[in-house]
């Protein structure tokens, strides 16, 4: 998966604001593209609501990558401004699009909010060092994802063998490439 992830303007130092709107788009197209891929291998979805939960997921999963990343790279002040930012963003992101493909008010910031939590709580004492998931991170992602999926059969094998792995590749690439380093 191919994505642009480098500032215009090597030179300038950017804000971790602009920094987690980047990783944050970053994330949205890794995790929508994943989506389709699921699709194009034949694992079913039913409606846009549902696409938008899977993709709730990976963003889940996403955000926790990236705080690993950040737990890695960066100083704690400096760790949670950026995941700050980067929650908060993504959140405005996931909701401003389920009410604009769903067409209807909701309370999907919250509910979103919600599920970061969660996750994050969940994902807490999984393993992940040297910017590489464990099988035990990859392995709940899948079984996330295997929950809400309309078809069960193999998706959580497929999203920890395949999905997860790539997802965790392209956004470390990106972490690394919009902190400058």
Not at 146 to 160: C, D, G, L, P, R
Request: charged share 20%; aromatic share 10%.
């Amino acid at each position: 998966m191919h994505i642009k992830s480098r500032w215009n303007k090597q030179a300038k130092t950017q804000s971790p604001d602009n920094i987690a709107s980047a990783i944050a788009m970053v994330c949205w197209k890794i995790a929508t593209q994943s989506v389709l891929e699921l699709e194009n291998k034949g694992y079913q979805t039913h409606s846009q609501a549902h696409r938008l939960q899977i993709i709730g997921e990976f963003l889940a999963f996403l955000l926790q990558v990236s705080d690993r990343l950040a737990y890695e790279n960066l100083d704690i002040a400096e760790r949670e401004r950026l995941i700050t930012a980067l929650a908060k963003r993504l959140t405005d992101i996931y909701a401003d699009n389920q009410q604009t493909i769903l067409n209807q008010e909701g309370p999907y910031r919250q509910t979103f909010i919600d599920l970061l939590n969660s996750r994050a709580e969940d994902y807490a004492e999984l393993s992940f060092q040297a910017g590489q998931a464990g099988f035990d991170f990859l392995r709940y992602f899948g079984e996330c994802v295997e929950k809400i999926m309309a078809e069960k059969h193999w998706v959580s094998q497929e999203i920890t063998d395949i999905h997860g792995p790539i997802a965790v590749t392209t956004l470390t690439k990106s972490f690394h490439n919009l902190l400058g380093g």
